[in-house]
């Protein structure tokens, strides 16, 4: 039973995998589309526009690099989340109070201490590599 599911079930979940990245990156190029038409529309482009467009860019390079070397980056979504907050501390800053615009500030100054402290720990404190098996 165990070679079975060997067999067969990881070759199915590794399919399912591959399918949904490809829904991933489908979807993520219709709202790059659907963004380049709305600044078309308004005829003008914005800074929001624009980080938006970087986000969708980041997702589109997250997939990428997730069906090449089958791991997913860490640091991808943090820098996604950064972006994220960037953004709507820009579209909403009127509206929002003191402490909402702190709080968001300091989300974003968290996740950035976080982003350094991956790299960090890449760096100084990498996984040991594993041997072949001949």
């Keep these: 039973m165990d070679k079975m599911f060997r067999k067969y079930g990881i070759s199915s979940i590794k399919a399912v995998e591959h399918l949904v990245l490809i829904i991933i990156a489908i979807a993520t190029i219709i709202a790059i589309g659907q963004e380049i ?41 943090l ?8 953004r709507y501390l820009i579209l909403d800053m009127k509206a929002m109070d003191d402490w909402r615009i702190m709080a968001i500030s300091l989300s974003t100054l968290i996740l950035a201490a976080t982003v350094i402290v991956i790299r960090w720990g890449q760096l100084k404190l990498p ?8």
């Design 37 to 77: 038409v709305h600044i078309l529309n308004a005829g003008m482009v914005t800074l929001a526009d624009l980080l938006l467009l970087f986000i969708y860019l980041e997702v589109l390079a997250m997939v990428s690099h997730y069906a090449e070397s089958g791991k997913l980056p860490i640091r991808m979504p």
């Design 127 to 134: 996984y040991p590599r594993p041997k072949d098996i001949d």
């Design 79 to 86: 820098y996604i989340a950064i972006v994220a907050l960037a």
